[in-house]
Every structure is written in C-alpha cells, then in structure tokens.
C-alpha cells in the first residue's frame, strides 16, 4: 500500500528555517516525481517545489526560489524540503504527494496519494 507522511512542521520566527520530511512506501521511489504544496485554510492548494526520482530534475515556484531545497533520499526513500528565511506567508499546511506523469510546470491535478500533511506556523 503507498504512503506518504510528512514530518517536521512546527512553530518558527520569521527568518528561521525547517526541515520537511516525505517518507515514502509501498512503491519504487526512483520511478517517480515527489511533490511539495501547501494550502492555507479557505484557499486552494498550491504548488512549491517536485524531484523527479528518475533523473534528479527539480522544480521550484517562485515563492520557494532562493528559499527553499528540495532533496532525494533514494537510501531512505524520504523526500526533503529544506526551508530557509521563512516568513509568516510561508504559514501553511504543507503536504507530499506523488505523480507518475511527466511535468515541466507544478500541476496538483498530476499528483495523487497526499500525505496528511505537516502544519508550519510562522511567527513576527
């Protein structure tokens, strides 16, 4: 059965900086792409930064350039998020999914099987 969990949400001061963890199984994870989003309530998810497993590519929106760093972990089978000078618009629920399907741009319609999602609170 494929899962998905997502770890290491917390509290923080604007400027600090998390570390997101995707633990991935029940599947082969270099055959796929592991997706970051977030969705703060009353809005629609969006889209921050994906790894495809099968050549490395990276993709990152423009509110996570700079910022933010995706990471593989084919050994652990876990999906990294690396977030950098965070401020309180990054305050979210931050969730891992997985596509199958090629992709140059973030297209949340692409992923399936989120995970439940990890809350990152950022303070003034």
């Known amino acids: 059965e494929v899962h998905l969990v997502e770890s290491g949400g917390g509290l923080v001061q604007a400027g600090g900086s998390l570390r997101l963890s995707c633990a991935a199984s029940?599947?082969?994870?270099?055959?796929?792409?592991i997706g970051w989003f977030r969705q703060i309530p009353g809005r629609e998810r969006e889209g921050v930064s994906f790894?495809?497993?099968?050549?490395?590519?990276?993709y990152y929106t423009d509110s996570a350039k700079g910022r933010f760093t995706i990471i593989g972990d084919r050994a652990k089978n876990t999906v990294y998020l690396q977030m950098n000078n965070l401020q309180p618009e990054d305050t979210a629920v931050y969730y891992c999914a997985r596509s199958a399907f090629q992709m140059t741009t973030m297209t949340p319609s692409l992923f399936a099987n989120w995970g439940q999602g990890t809350q990152v609170t950022v303070s003034t």
């Open positions: 029940g599947f082969t994870f270099d055959d796929y792409i």
């Open positions: 790894i495809n497993n099968i050549d490395g590519r990276t």
